[in-house]
T-cell receptor
Framework: AQSVTQLDSQVPVFEEAPVELRCNYS??????LFWYVQYPNQGLQLLLK??????LVKGINGFEAEFNKSQTSFHLRKPSVHISDTAEYFC????????????FGTGTSLTVIP | KAGVTQTPRYLIKTRGQQVTLSCSPISGHRSVSWYQQTPGQGLQFLFEYFSETQRNKGNFPGRFSGRQFSNSRSEMNVSTLELGDSALYLCASGIGTVTNEKLFFGSGTQLSVL
């Protein structure tokens, strides 16, 4: 079985400050890891994904994430946030042979304060 | 290319009724997944259909069912509605032939059970 834990349900941060959204996963097999963002009244959009190779993954809108196998983590970071980054962020995991069955975390609500 | 379309956008039902939600995936996509999103629970996987067959199923009671048509459009049905079924139901489409693919989400159907 797989699961995802997002350690912070809400993260307030001032505009232009750096931010880290934490994600830990649990799995007995090799995993693929994803971060999705959900803006108000919209569906989810893919920010970035880790499949294999380099543990530092760069995504859209200046976000990046680092896969750490020993700590089973996949934290999302951005060096300088904008007001437009205010949204809900979801970490998700899946593994080979499971089709499109993803396990999502409970989400982190990022609020950027002007 | 049109995105994932979910109808209706909002639904209000009473306990004991049944409801059908519809999802039209992106043209050419053969995989349709359904998720239930509630505050504090994040997204929980309901089931996935691929080429008209249920490929994966989450841990939901039998009151939740679905199907997929030959044109890849999918419907989800919930019978004997309970108050706890109030949620945002999201549909996601994908090509379906690779595990680590990017999913495209619709804006969801907000179901309120009174």
């Amino acid at each position: 079985a797989q699961s995802v834990t997002q350690l912070d349900s809400q993260v307030p941060v001032f505009e232009e400050a750096p931010v880290e959204l934490r994600c830990n996963y649990s799995s007995s097999v090799s995993v693929y890891l994803f971060w999705y963002v959900q803006y108000p009244n919209q569906g989810l959009q893919l920010l970035l994904k880790y499949l294999s190779g380099s543990t530092l993954v760069k995504g859209i809108n200046g976000f990046e994430a680092e896969f750490n196998k020993s700590q089973t983590s996949f934290h999302l970071r951005k060096p300088s946030v904008h007001i437009s980054d205010t949204a809900e962020y979801f970490c998700a995991v899946t593994s080979a042979g499971t089709g499109n069955q993803f396990y999502f975390g409970t989400g982190t609500s990022l609020t950027v304060i002007p | 290319k049109a995105g994932v379309t979910q109808t209706p956008r909002y639904l209000i039902k009473t306990r004991g009724q049944q409801v059908t939600l519809s999802c039209s995936p992106i043209s050419g996509h053969r995989s349709v997944s359904w998720y239930q999103q509630t505050p504090g629970q994040g997204l929980q996987f309901l089931f996935e259909y691929f080429s008209e067959t249920q490929r994966n199923k989450g841990n939901f009671p039998g009151r939740f069912s679905g199907r997929q048509f030959s044109n890849s459009r999918s419907e989800m049905n919930v019978s004997t509605l309970e108050l706890g079924d109030s949620a945002l139901y999201l549909c996601a489409s994908g090509i379906g032939t690779v595990t680590n693919e990017k999913l495209f989400f619709g804006s969801g159907t907000q179901l309120s059970v009174l």
